[in-house]
């Protein structure tokens, strides 16, 4: 209450007519989303001292250290960064491998019966299958075979970073995230209004012009909104796909490689680098959906 | 005007079938021949589902006839043609375009270069007072907006019949006598042919030079009536009235049969 009224006396005293009611609600409008965060590290604050054991639940001042140095070398795993960068690099490869291929599927699917038909009992058969589940097979499959095995760098620089790129895990993102954007998308371009289509016949469009300039954009919000859940899912498949034997490097090689050091800062810090940059990722999307695609919510009213 | 009228849409033995979904034939249009002749105005009226929308779909080439013949001019059609556009009752803009864009979307399929096009869109839009309107999106446009939008889309394309399904059937009463007079003018401005299908008695005594009356199941043409009313026309006016109740004693009688 003391800090309420005292910002009410800041503004008053700048002779200035803003309407107090309004910075007030402003004030908790901003702090609302803060408060949970805050009581957490609050919580942790108190469970830490309690505990006082760094293996169970290290400090927040420990992690905190390791999240604002995140260039430093941890133990022969790379930095913080580092590792957060190869994942990324993993994730968006993958994920643009998938929605290349799912985007266009789903829009023929989607608009076409045969097509629908053709595909949808072969791609229901394995849409149940975890991603992680194909984890043997993709292993006996690919191997240790990387983008370096490919283009054949077997020494120096790029071949540290193009091995790092494991077809094994690119495939397990492209499962993640295929079926996402597939559903979205079928299910955006079923439901383009038939007038729409019609509209367009009428003002000459060929079959070509309907699928880019009438299905994609009329289905684009659905689109995305697949695309959003897709990255989401990718990013959940390749740190548990990195958490595997085998790896290493990555968020989840740092994260399961620490805690066999039983360092469980590191660990800690792993998982939030995980949620700040998944979170991160999915934000960016939402912008896009609300400013894109305001005209969806209001088109149909 | 009656001395030398060239058909520009013959319709022949024209019927249509479609399957329900439980397997069920159903015979939507029955039998219909007629002609429209150039720059005339014609309004075809009948209840709801007598298959007056089927008609307009297949001389729009969007639909295909089970028997019977559609032609423009000489020539059969089948699939749609630029010299026929079509205007839907809502929903037919396209959400994600800004007015100007819907407008200058058929030129644009017609990869017409772009001031042009645009220029041209700017034209049609003055004739349909929405100029002011022309980077709003359609969901920031009343029904009667959206509406005059559609018809300056459709005539954007440039065609010379203009086939209008309903166009003012989701207006409020006031705003479709204003788009109806809008209507004439700009049908006197443009000398296109139009066929408007609608389920207003009165809508089509404001409006046409010919009223082609349909019955239900199957649908027929029950009657064609000349209208020769000096425009503009007036709704006081008694022949307005007494046109007005000999043609929905026709479609009562249409449906007491049916």
Same mark, same amino acid.
Request: with cysteine; net charge positive; hydrophobic share 50%.
């Given at each position: ?125 394995? *849409?149940?299958?975890?991603?992680? !589940? #194909?984890?043997? @097979? $993709?292993? &006996?499959?690919?191997?240790?075979? /990387? %983008? ?79 695309? *959003?859940?897709?990255?989401?899912? !990718? #990013?959940?498949? @390749? $740190?548990? &796909?990195?958490?595997?034997?085998? /790896? %290493? ?53 | ?258």
């Amino acid at each position: 209450m003391a800090i309420l009224s005292n910002t009410e006396n800041f503004w008053e005293s700048f002779g200035s007519n803003f309407p107090k009611i309004d910075i007030k609600q402003y004030a908790v409008f901003l702090l609302i989303p803060v408060l949970a965060p805050v009581f957490l590290v609050f919580l942790w604050l108190i469970l830490a001292s309690r505990i006082d054991n760094q293996v169970i639940l290290p400090g927040v001042w420990e992690v905190g250290t390791l999240l604002f140095h995140p260039t430093q070398d941890m133990i022969g795993m790379g930095s913080l960064a580092g590792n957060v960068l190869v994942s990324l690099v993993r994730v968006v490869m993958g994920y643009s491998i998938a929605a290349v291929v799912a985007v266009p599927l789903g829009v023929v699917m989607g608009y076409y019966g045969l097509v629908f038909r053709f595909f949808n009992g072969f791609l229901s058969l394995f *849409r149940p299958i975890p991603p992680l !589940a #194909w984890v043997p @097979l $993709v292993m &006996a499959w690919f191997g240790i075979s /990387s %983008l370096a095995t490919l283009i054949g760098v077997e020494t120096g620089r790029s071949f540290i970073y193009l091995n790092n790129i494991k077809f094994a895990m690119l495939f397990i993102i492209f499962i993640g995230a295929f079926y996402p954007i597939l559903t979205a998308t079928i299910h955006g371009v079923r439901n383009v209004e038939v007038t729409l289509i019609d509209s367009a016949r009428v003002l000459g469009a060929t079959e070509g012009q309907i699928f880019r300039k009438i299905l994609i954009p009329a289905a684009m919000p659905s689109i995305i909104t697949g695309m *959003r859940i897709g990255l989401g899912i !990718a #990013w959940m498949c @390749l $740190v548990s &796909a990195e958490m595997l034997p085998g /790896s %290493l490097s990555g968020i989840g090689y740092m994260i399961t490689h620490a805690f066999t050091l039983a360092s469980t800062d590191i660990v800690i810090a792993g998982m939030i680098s995980i949620g700040v940059v998944g979170g991160f990722m999915d934000m960016v999307f939402r912008r896009i959906e609300l400013k894109k695609f305001s005209w969806r919510k209001q088109a149909v009213s | 005007m009656n001395g030398e009228r060239q058909e520009i849409i013959g319709i022949r033995g024209l019927s249509k079938t479609f399957t329900t979904q439980k397997g069920d034939q159903f015979l939507a249009v029955d039998n219909i021949s007629l002609k429209i002749f150039k720059n005339s105005f014609t309004c075809i009226v009948g209840p709801s589902g007598c298959g007056k929308s089927t008609i307009l779909r297949i001389a729009a080439g969007l639909e295909h006839a089970s028997t019977g013949t559609v032609h423009y001019g000489a020539s059969p059609v089948t699939k749609p043609c630029g010299e026929i556009g079509l205007v839907f009752q809502e929903y037919s803009l396209f959400p994600w375009m800004t007015v100007l864009d819907n407008v200058a979307a058929g030129p644009k399929f017609a990869k017409v270069d772009k001031k042009k096009r645009r220029h041209d869109a700017m034209d049609y839009l003055l004739m349909v007072n929405m100029e002011t309107f022309k980077d709003a999106y359609p969901h920031e446009l009343s029904g009667g907006m959206r509406q005059r939008v559609a018809i300056a889309r459709a005539l954007a394309n440039e065609p010379d019949v203009l086939l209008m399904d309903e166009p003012f059937g989701a207006l409020d009463a006031h705003t479709r006598i204003l788009l109806q007079q809008e209507l004439l003018r700009v049908w006197e401005l443009t000398h296109k042919t139009i066929v408007l299908v609608t389920h207003s008695v009165d809508e089509a005594v404001f409006l046409a030079d010919e009223i082609l009356v349909m019955s239900c199941r199957p649908g027929q043409i029950r009657k064609k009536i000349q209208v020769d009313m000096e425009r503009p026309r007036s709704r006081a006016n008694p022949k307005f009235g007494a046109l007005t109740d000999d043609i929905l004693r026709e479609l009562g009688n249409g449906m007491v049969k049916s």
